[in-house]
């Protein structure tokens, strides 16, 4: 598999872009949030990076989620069996997050296993959320909206200007709360274009944020992948999703077709 054995570097590189992205953007890098998307790599990768001491990973697919997170539950547990053993300290417990469009007949299975759901873009998706949430969690559902900035087409996201109206309906259900906003920028090579999504996508997020009426918790902007996970920091991102970036590009074979989702 090319540029396996280079993750280490490839991680390391990740975090100083963002943390020299950050500061251009007159923040601190340790404000942001590396999601690392899990959908392309191998379990081999996915321990190696935990072993870094990586605690927040993504996936876009329920299947590929349930997969990856029960292999990882695996392996932690055989952790915590050696470190109880030899007296060290326990690894940490690790934060999935679910970044694809969701079924909603997936709902409770993605739910049961992860810490944010970035990709909620209708209030049906929020009413199934609400009732899976009463039934498997002990607490809220933590969401975010996923907007399209961009009006693609072919593309999840509600539009902008529909957004603060589904935050407000979300806002009644008592299990699931709305943490922020998610959006992707279009298939452009173009970084003006792209520059331009992240700045209305920060726009909208403080302008919700500033209107009142959402909670204090409504903190979250998620924006930025591996080819521009460095201008979302700089407009205000405070989570970016790197998947090839970190792990390479997929191998052959792998399913490519759920990047479109
Ligand atoms: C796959 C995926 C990413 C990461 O893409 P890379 O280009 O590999 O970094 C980010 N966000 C979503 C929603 C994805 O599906």
Redesign the pocket.
């Known amino acids: 598999m090319p540029g396996r054995d280079s993750l280490k570097a490839r991680y390391e590189a990740v975090q100083t872009r963002v943390a020299e992205a950050a500061t251009r953007g007159g923040r601190n890098g340790g404000d942001i949030v590396v999601?690392a998307?899990t959908?392309?790599a191998a379990i081999d990768q996915i321990r190696e990076l935990i072993a870094l001491g990586h605690r927040d990973f993504?996936e876009?697919r329920t299947q590929t989620l349930v997969q990856h997170a029960a292999q990882v539950e695996d392996y932690l547990d055989r952790r915590r069996q050696l470190r109880r053993a030899s007296g060290g300290e326990l690894p940490a417990d690790i934060r999935w997050h679910m970044?694809?469009h969701l079924q909603r007949n997936k709902v409770r299975k993605t739910l049961e296993l992860v810490r944010l759901v970035?990709?909620v873009d209708s209030l049906r998706l929020a009413e199934e959320i609400q009732q899976a949430a009463a039934a498997v969690l002990d607490k809220p559902a933590e969401v975010l909206i996923q907007v399209n900035i961009g009006a693609e087409k072919q593309k999840h996201g509600i539009a902008p200007a529909a957004t603060r109206h589904l935050i407000e309906q979300i806002d009644t259900m008592f299990n699931v709360r709305v943490r922020g906003l998610?959006t992707?920028a279009p298939l452009t090579e173009d970084r003006a274009v792209i520059r331009s999504v992240f700045q209305r996508g920060r726009e909208l997020f403080e302008d919700i944020r500033r209107s009142g009426g959402v909670n204090e918790r409504f903190n979250i902007l998620s924006m930025g992948?591996?080819?521009d996970?460095e201008l979302a920091v700089e407009c205000g991102a405070n989570i970016v999703?790197?998947?090839?970036?970190?792990?390479g590009p997929p191998a052959d074979g792998d399913d490519a077709a759920?990047?479109l989702?």
């Open positions: 999601v998307v959908k392309h993504g876009n970044i694809g970035h990709s998610m992707m992948m591996s080819s996970y999703r790197v998947g090839t970036a970190i792990f759920d990047d989702s």
